[in-house]
C-alpha cells in the first residue's frame, strides 16, 4: 500500500464532511456546449428555440439578380455552368463538370431536342403533342433535380422555404434561382472570411568593413583599460 499523507480536518470541515452523500462528487455535468443540438451540415450548435427546417431569411431576394451582373449574365447565358459551381461549392465530392453536364442533359438536352423535333417534322398536331410531352418532363426534371441542391443550401446556412418549395422555384423561376443560390453562398463566404494581417519583417541591417574595424577597436580598448588600472593599483613589491 503506497503511502500517503494525511491531514488532520477542523471541526467546520468536519461538518461540512458529513453532508455529503457518497458519490455525490461524482455525478455529470450539464454543459451547454457539449450537449446543445447540432445542425447535422454544418455541425454548429443550434438554439433551442430552433424549430427544423429553418427560419433564416435569404441575403437576396429571389428577383435580385441585377445585384451581381456577372452571375446574373452567367446564369442568363449559361445556367449549366452556374449550376455547376453552386453544387461543386455545397458538396465537394461532386466536382463542377459533373454538376454542368448533369444540367445540359436534364434541362438544355430537353429543350434542345423538342427545337429540333419541331424543325424535322414541322408543326402539327402530334409533332405538337409530342414537344409538349419533352417539354413537361424536361420541367419536371428540372425542378426534382436543381431543386435538391437548392434543399442542400437551404439545410445548410438553415434558410426558410422563399418564395415557396425549391423544386416549385425551380420549376417557375429556374434562372433566377440559380442565381440567388450563388448569390447566396457568395455572401456567406464574405461574413466568415477574416481579414489577413500582412507583418513585414524587419530590414536585414549590414555593417560595412569600415565600421566594423572601429567597433572591435573599442572593444578591444575597453578590454585593455580595466587590465591597465588593475595593474597600476597593485603594491610594489620593493
Not at 434541362?107 to 402530334?126: F, K, W, Y
Amino acid at each position: 500500500m503506497a503511502e500517503g499523507t494525511y491531514v488532520q480536518l477542523t471541526k467546520e470541515q468536519e461538518a461540512v464532511a458529513e453532508n455529503i452523500t457518497p458519490g455525490e462528487l461524482n455525478q455529470p455535468i450539464d454543459i451547454d456546449r457539449f450537449t446543445c443540438r447540432r445542425c447535422p451540415e454544418c455541425g454548429q450548435p443550434l438554439p433551442k428555440s430552433h424549430q427544423p427546417p429553418a427560419d433564416e431569411d435569404w441575403t437576396t431576394g429571389i428577383f435580385g439578380c441585377t445585384e451581381d451582373i456577372e452571375s446574373c449574365l452567367t446564369g442568363l447565358f449559361c445556367p449549366c455552368v452556374l449550376f455547376g459551381r453552386n453544387v461543386e461549392s455545397l458538396n465537394e465530392e461532386i466536382s463542377q463538370t459533373g454538376a454542368c453536364v448533369g444540367h445540359v442533359i436534364c434541362v438544355e438536352g430537353g429543350i434542345t431536342l423538342a427545337v429540333v423535333t419541331a424543325a424535322m417534322n414541322g408543326i402539327d398536331p402530334d409533332t405538337m403533342c409530342l414537344i409538349t410531352e419533352g417539354l413537361l418532363f424536361t420541367w419536371w426534371v428540372c425542378g426534382i433535380y436543381t431543386g435538391m441542391a437548392r434543399q442542400a443550401l437551404q439545410r445548410k446556412y438553415h434558410l426558410k422555404d422563399a418564395p415557396c418549395d425549391p423544386c416549385l422555384v425551380h420549376c417557375c423561376f429556374h434562372w433566377c434561382a440559380v442565381c440567388q443560390e450563388y448569390r447566396e453562398m457568395r455572401n456567406h463566404l464574405e461574413e466568415n472570411t477574416s481579414p489577413v494581417t500582412i507583418v513585414e519583417p524587419p530590414p536585414i541591417q549590414e555593417m560595412n568593413v569600415h565600421a566594423r574595424k572601429e567597433a572591435e577597436s573599442s572593444s578591444s580598448g575597453k578590454e585593455i583599460v580595466p587590465v591597465i588600472q588593475a595593474v597600476e593599483m597593485q603594491p610594489s613589491s620593493s
